[in-house]
């Protein structure tokens, strides 16, 4: 019988394996910057990117170019995985990226189909997940299913690397501008996903120094002690990574003590009855009853195989764990804590999250209309209320969706009534032009 | 009062054959896709059945030019022509049916295994044309119906 046993081999999976590279489909000749023109154009080809683009093909919607200033599908979020050499995804088999109910091939059969290069440890894996339980994934089972699914809804076609400046309603179309290339476009869908939260200014005395750096960016070699700041899974990689090195951590957690959890939000926000706590389609829900919704469901937790390392860690004296203070001030030297007390480390990291990129800088302040941090958008669509022909996908919407909006579930949930909405405008707009 | 009931329960092993883990996976698919992918295999003798699958999903969403999914089922009914032949030159059915589908498919495997060498119409050129004649003679009453919009079949042994 198998048992569900959290253990830090789960974390351990092999990253980059021989993995099959199908044969895929033949790209047609094109020009090196975006058309023109097209029916949507979706900002962004991480998860949410290819489950807006996944969708529209399937309603018929195919003139649809994407920009990415990566360029591959989901290019970005493997670059931070790879990073931090996380090798597993927290998000479970069922929270596939792509779409539910065309018959698609879903994450775990994908992961199924390539049963010969699986551990025994991540078939296991596999098998929890079928029998109803929470399991981890392959960050090479995600990125090839990835690939696949960009494949056959034609994304790897249709997508040009390239920044993206400006998104400006113009009439009934929306103009898309960047770097040497104009789109005039029916709609735009934002999937922007979110972007490193940067220190407090008062941390920092004067310009950062080359001893502090942030989860984003590479350990300098020959660190002895390592001072890593944040509560977080990147926070818990980190930690690991560093005791690998043998090198020596101290762990400032900001909070009074490690959370450690299956997933970044509570289950009940992946079903039904979560997201109505959010989603006023269902009954009215007060702004404040959300944001408080937020700040008490979006904290930073560490998934649970990491517990037996990081308490072993402890023990045994390579890892310092300082809890239930905040932080004064980081220095090239360390961190100053807020109750007077100094850690010391010949490097600081920062892992202090993320923040969603809600549009600002590409759509003007006045359109997005941000609201502690949130767009302002039409719930039953996500559109902006201020540009209905510019849609947010991600974790734009948490205030619409919930805080399950900025996980591979909440992109689908996003998808469809994204989709929907603009698969009935361009099927409007056909009929007004035959 | 014993126990009426058996409470435990173990999860399907995860030690055997990749083929059978893909076959129970097919044996849940639409007709369809299995002639298609039965179609696809004898194409290309060196693909594996993973492979086969996803040029499949491929053809189902119209992604590529040189095969248009409704040619590869037409290819697959051919196929299937030629095994039904093969299944009534050897008098090969599947008999009572286990209701486990890994063992139902390893035995489906072994008796068109067993009988290849000697019939020559249930021979295959690849691993994946095996893995999918194995998954259309599972599900070879909805085959049946796919494949006669394209061939004729000829009565298999019951």
Not at chain 2, 58 to 85: I, N, Y
Request: aromatic fraction near 6%; include cysteine; proline fraction near 6%.
């Amino acid at each position: 019988m198998t048992t569900f046993v959290p253990q830090p081999r789960l974390l351990r999976s092999p990253r980059h394996r021989d993995w099959p590279r199908y044969p895929e489909p033949a790209l047609p000749a094109r020009e090196d910057t975006p058309p023109a023109a097209a029916d949507v154009v979706i900002v962004g080809a991480g998860p949410a990117g290819l489950a807006v683009a996944a969708a529209l093909w399937h309603l018929g919607v195919h003139d649809v170019v994407l920009v990415d200033r990566t360029g591959p599908p989901a290019a970005r979020l493997l670059d931070r995985i790879d990073g931090l050499d996380q090798r597993v995804l927290r998000s479970p088999y069922e929270h596939h990226p792509g779409v539910e109910g065309y018959r698609d091939c879903e994450l775990r059969d994908f992961a199924r189909m390539h049963w010969s290069l699986l551990t025994a440890v991540e078939r296991r894996e596999v098998r929890m997940s079928q029998a109803g339980h929470r399991s981890v994934v392959p960050v090479d089972v995600f990125e090839a299913y990835c690939r696949h699914t960009a494949a056959i809804h034609r994304v790897t076609e249709r997508l040009w690397a390239a920044d993206v400046h400006t998104v400006e309603p113009d009439g009934d179309r929306v103009l898309v501008l960047g770097g040497g290339f104009r789109i005039t476009a029916r709609q735009v869908v934002l999937c922007l996903g979110e972007e490193r939260r940067d220190a407090p200014s008062g941390w920092l005395a004067g310009p950062r120094p080359a001893e502090i750096g942030y989860w984003d960016e590479p350990v300098p070699p020959g660190v002895d002690r390592e001072v890593v700041v944040g509560a977080g899974l990147t926070a818990a990689h980190l930690i690991n990574n560093a005791l690998d090195r043998g090198t020596r951590v101290a762990w400032v957690l900001r909070g009074d003590a490690e959370r450690y959890q299956c997933s970044d939000v509570n289950a009940s926000f992946f079903r039904a009855e979560g997201r109505a706590r959010f989603d006023s389609l269902r009954q009215p829900v007060s702004w404040d009853a959300r944001l408080a919704l937020m700040a008490r469901e979006r904290r930073a937790s560490v998934m649970f195989e990491f517990q037996p390392l990081l308490r072993e860690a402890e023990a045994d004296g390579r890892l310092t764990v300082h809890r239930g203070t905040d932080l004064r001030a980081v220095t090239g030297g360390g961190v100053e804590l807020t109750d007077g007390a100094s850690v010391a480390g010949d490097h600081v990291v920062l892992a202090l999250g993320t923040v969603p990129a809600i549009g600002l800088g590409l759509l003007s302040d006045e359109l997005v209309g941000a609201r502690d941090g949130w767009p302002d958008l039409d719930e039953r669509t996500l559109a902006y209320r201020r540009a209905p022909g510019v849609f947010a996908a991600g974790a734009a919407s948490c205030m619409v969706l919930g805080p399950a909006a900025r996980n591979l579930d909440g992109h689908r949930l996003a998808t469809a009534r994204i989709a929907a909405t603009i698969a009935a405008h361009v099927r409007e707009g056909a009929a007004v032009h035959v | 009062m014993s126990e009426q009931y058996d409470t435990l329960f173990s999860l399907p092993s995860i030690d055997d054959d990749p083929d059978t883990e893909l076959g129970v996976l097919l044996m849940g698919l639409g007709p369809d896709r299995l002639l298609a992918g039965l179609g696809v295999a004898g194409r290309d003798p060196t693909a594996d059945p993973a492979t086969v699958t996803l040029l499949v999903d491929q053809l189902r969403h119209g992604a590529r030019a040189e095969l248009m999914f409704s040619d590869a089922v037409a290819a697959g009914a051919r196929r299937w022509q030629v095994a039904c032949e093969g299944f009534v030159a050897a008098n090969l059915s599947l008999g009572l049916r286990s209701a486990a589908l890994r063992r139902l498919w390893e035995s489906a495997a072994d008796m068109i295994a067993a009988f290849s060498d000697a019939t020559p119409q249930l021979r295959t050129t690849g691993a994946a044309e095996r893995v999918y004649l194995i998954a259309c003679w599972l599900r070879l009453a909805e085959i049946a119906t796919i494949a006669e919009e394209h061939v004729v079949l000829p009565e298999l042994p019951s």
